[in-house]
């Protein structure tokens, strides 16, 4: 069954640094969406992109955040300079179609740690 | 008023015992609904989309009001395998494709 796959499991990065999540989304899959989960609240909505632009992005997807797919395959999240409220789980998802039936899937996540 | 809201439990239940979550949402313009689960540590896993005629995937069946907007996931024959987290979640912009998820109901199915 195809899946979603996110390098690394675990990412360490002292304050102020860039960090690259990188994401293979599911191969015949056309949107593509982060999502962050911060240690014990909810999943939030980053960003989705389609058709190599964003089409949304939440109020967290600040200037620091940017999103690529500079091939055919991987979709990156590029924090800029990191602080250390984005300490989170960052989740990658992708869905063929969207709107009302469009099943998001999501890979097993980057945990990223700011130290 | 929060977009998605869930009773986060936690819910401990022996196995085989029969178990309701609820949720309801903000936006009566919200166009899907799902359930996922997330086990400790790991990734949301859709388990079902939610219809508006209510739909049944074996031990699991979902139910949509959108008059009370109000979701329901009803589990029977609780297995110790369906110990986990699950996850409301609604696309609440018609075209949008950003899920909004509630925090979650944390069930136990205890042997």
């Known amino acids: 069954e195809p899946e979603v796959t996110q390098t690394p499991s675990h990412q360490v990065t002292q304050m102020g640094q860039e960090v690259i999540l990188r994401c293979v989304p599911i191969?015949?899959?056309?949107?593509f969406y982060w999502y962050r989960q911060i240690l014990g609240q909810k999943v939030e909505f980053l960003v989705s992109?389609?058709?190599?632009?964003?089409?949304?992005k939440s109020e967290i997807f600040d200037d620091q955040f940017s999103v690529e797919r500079p091939d055919g395959s991987n979709f990156t999240l590029k924090i800029r300079s990191t602080k250390l409220e984005d300490s989170a789980m960052y989740f990658c998802?992708?869905?063929?179609?969207?709107?009302?039936?469009?099943?998001?899937?999501f890979g097993p996540g980057t945990r990223l740690t700011v130290t | 008023r929060k977009e998605v809201e869930q009773d986060p439990g936690p819910f401990n239940v022996p196995e085989g015992a029969t178990v309701a979550f609820n949720c309801t949402y903000s936006?009566?313009?919200?166009?899907?609904f799902f359930w996922y689960r997330q086990d400790c540590r790991k990734e949301p896993k859709l388990l079902m989309s939610?219809?508006?005629s209510g739909n049944e995937d074996g031990r699991f069946t979902a139910q949509l009001n959108r008059a009370s907007q109000y979701i329901s996931l009803l589990i029977r024959d609780s297995k110790l395998s369906d110990s986990a987290t699950y996850l409301c979640?609604?696309?609440?912009?018609?075209?949008?494709?950003?899920?909004?998820f509630g925090t979650g109901t944390r069930l136990t199915v205890i042997p």
């Open positions: 998802a992708s869905t063929v179609i969207q709107g009302a039936r469009g099943e998001q899937y």
């Open positions: 191969s015949n899959h056309l949107y």
């Open positions: 992109f389609y058709n190599n632009e964003i089409s949304e």
């Open positions: 936006n009566s313009a919200s166009q899907s």
């Open positions: 939610v219809y508006s």
């Open positions: 979640v609604v696309n609440m912009r018609p075209g949008a494709n950003n899920l909004f």
